[in-house]
């Protein structure tokens, strides 16, 4: 008989059970295993844990696609080092890193797909020079935001990745909190900001609340009260009054490094134009929210009756109105 998984150990004990329909048999036979008849529900509901976060997985690359985690590292706020220049050629070089690629910066045309990009190929991509490219690539391997490799058949070609201790895109340890960003939502939104708007939304990353999608001074806290009831209906309760602490202007403007308060505003109508952020304000209060499709904190498939409805409210100021008949 095969042997139990660690997961199926606390498990086993007397009654005889198929492992893949939890049917109680009368013969135990070869892919059976012996389990407890009270831990027969635990057992079925962990397995059907494990093939939810397998499709979960399928349906969010449908529907936000391709993305790069940005990890919440304790010991070092990297985001917070860099310059806007920097953090904008950091967004870009995430367009050309895949699960698939172990972290290293690759072509993502289909000639040379997969292949790792030397120097040269990265200022091409950049549409920079190659000097410029060459001084952004070495600040970015001197901050250990990114990590220098020498072609083993070539060794006055250099290869790039992504530190792991910050940014991967492939398994994760799981105890770490991180951020999503996504490539179809982070291209969109590209072709619409500057180099400094662009790069300035890598320092929102920690501040991104991971139920609400709100930027608030406390991202993890948790406002699940009642867990019978939806995030909206929880943000309703009593015990969620005032409890997000919400940026207003010039806190966002200290996040990006920025003292001017007609700068701010700039920024701000300039992630509203993009898509990337919505603003609602009342009186002197403002409550900034950043798109689901862009940055995500969860494991899901972003189709939760939440985030269905912020990405509505998005979407409603996407649409254009429709011309009258004449």
Known sequence: ?????????????????????????????????????????????????????????????????LFVQVLHNK??????????PQCSLLLDLFFCVTEKSNNYIVHSSSEKKGEKMNQKDISLFLGKSERSTKQLLGE??????????????????????LNSEFFTATRRKKKIKFTKM???????????????????????????????????????????????????????LEENELVLQHFNQTQLAKIIGITDDSTIRNYVKAYERAGAMMVLKQHKSYRFVIHPDLMFRKDGDGQDEYTVAIRAQFKQFDSKPKKKRK
């Open 1 to 65: 008989m095969p042997k139990a998984t660690k997961k199926e150990e606390k498990y086993i004990d007397l009654a005889i059970t198929n492992i893949k329909t939890g049917e109680i048999l009368s013969d135990l036979e070869e892919g059976d295993r012996i389990i407890k008849g009270s831990s027969r529900k635990a057992y079925i509901e962990l397995k059907e844990k494990e093939k939810q976060k397998k499709k979960d997985r399928r349906t969010s690359l449908v529907t936000q696609g």
């Open 75 to 84: 010991d070092r706020e990297i985001e917070k080092e860099l310059t806007l």
């Open 140 to 161: 970015m391997v001197k901050l250990k935001a990114l990590i220098c490799e020498k072609n083993p058949r070539r060794r006055t070609e250099n290869f790039y990745l």
């Open 182 to 236: 996504f490539h179809n939502k982070l291209k969109e939104v590209r072709t619409r900001l500057n180099d400094k708007h662009y790069g300035a939304l890598l320092k929102f990353i920690r501040y991104f609340h991971y139920q609400t999608y709100y930027l608030v001074g406390n991202p993890d806290h948790n406002i699940i009260v009642d867990p019978e009831l939806s995030i909206a209906r929880n943000l309703l």
